[in-house]
């Protein structure tokens, strides 16, 4: 998988993880699904910061490969009006992604490169409302016109409760359906998997969950030395 494609799947999955769900259909548990989701608001309401360490496994079932990148993620919600999100991966390669708002920056030192972009232009070639998901504000509430979500089952991971829901976009798209894990203590997706329509599935995991920790806005600058090649898609 391309490097731009995993930074694309990165960020859809951490916004579904971190952010509240607004209304959904449920084909099965209504109330139940309710309750998670209530929890989940809550949860979001009460976090101030996020930092994690955070783990993508993509998995190439056609060959029967898979490639794991990890590193730490830092997140603010938009409490000021721009929501924060920042991944600083360390294997195997070293490279940093920051979302201020609207405005993404991918750092690659390896190839001593900057990309700036946008996260509309990012996700401008997806559809059933994924380039919505990416809004560091209201337009997550997109998820309930563009998924129907039910409850699968509890399942136990690193030793933390979490029940599994399964969303299943209402049209074609990238994914055939993404699986989401609620940490029941915390309130907080630990835990996402998306399936793409050939087989092939992205794991994103996030463990060693630290809350609102002490984190400043000059946190989620990517700094980068003079003579660093910079690409502006903005």
Do not use: C
């Amino acid at each position: 998988m391309k490097r731009s494609q995993s930074v694309l799947v990165i960020l859809i999955a951490l916004v579904l993880m971190l952010w509240p769900h607004g209304r959904v259909e449920a084909s099965a548990t209504p109330q139940l699904l309710s309750g998670i989701l209530a929890k989940m608001e809550r949860a979001h309401e009460n976090l101030r910061s996020l930092r994690a360490t955070i783990s993508q496994r993509k998995v190439n079932v056609q060959i029967n490969s898979s490639d794991t990148d990890t590193g730490t993620l830092l997140y603010k919600p938009a409490l000021n009006g721009k929501g924060r999100l920042r991944i600083d991966f360390t294997k195997p390669d070293t490279s940093t992604i920051s979302i201020v708002g609207d405005s993404v920056v991918f750092y690659q030192p390896r190839i001593n490169q900057v990309l700036k972009s946008t996260v509309a232009k990012t996700t401008k070639n997806q559809t059933n409302g994924y380039s919505q998901i990416f809004g560091l504000d209201k337009s997550v509430k997109a998820l309930a016109n563009n998924f129907n979500i039910e409850v699968v089952k509890d399942e136990s991971i690193d030793g933390k409760t979490a029940t599994i829901l399964h969303l299943v976009p209402k049209s074609g798209g990238s994914f055939a359906s993404v699986e989401l894990w609620v940490d029941q203590e915390l309130g907080l997706p630990i835990q996402q998997k998306f399936v793409e329509r050939n087989g092939d599935y992205t794991l994103v995991k996030l463990t060693n969950l630290e809350r609102n920790i002490k984190l400043t806005d000059e946190a989620f600058v990517v700094k980068y030395p003079a003579g660093t090649k910079v690409v502006d898609r903005i």
